[in-house]
């Protein structure tokens, strides 16, 4: 079983960055795609940003352009780099890795954002 464990999370004022990592306890090399996800309150889960095996990145017109997915193989982990957060983007985010295999979630980090 692969855990998936998110940090960088916490409480940012308005502009601000913070760096989200995603350390898997499996080697990440082989994954066909890697994800952000976040859940607010009362609100339904939504992609943030996902990279595909053929690395192709979307990102949700919300974050476009604010957001950046990217992995360090040698790390196994995977980061969400997020940049002039606004208060809308305070939530859980959550990581998913989509192995060959099976897809593993995180278990989510709080991402608090001040106006």
């Known amino acids: 079983q692969v855990q998936l464990v998110e940090s960088g999370g916490g409480l940012v004022q308005a502009g601000g960055s913070l760096r989200l990592s995603c350390a898997a306890s499996?080697?990440?090399?082989?994954?066909?795609?890697m994800g952000w996800y976040r859940q607010a309150p009362g609100k339904q889960r939504e992609l943030v940003a996902y990279?595909?095996?053929?690395?192709?990145?979307s990102y949700s017109d919300s974050v476009k352009g604010r957001f950046t997915i990217s992995r360090d193989n040698a790390k196994n982990t995977v980061y969400l780099e997020m940049n002039r957060l606004k208060p809308e983007d305070t939530a859980v985010y959550y990581c998913?890795?989509?192995?060959?295999?099976?897809?593993?979630w995180g278990r989510g980090t709080q991402v608090t954002v001040s106006s």
């Open positions: 990279n595909s095996s053929l690395s192709h990145t």
């Open positions: 998913k890795l989509d192995f060959p295999d099976i897809t593993y």
């Open positions: 499996r080697n990440i090399s082989s994954i066909n795609g």
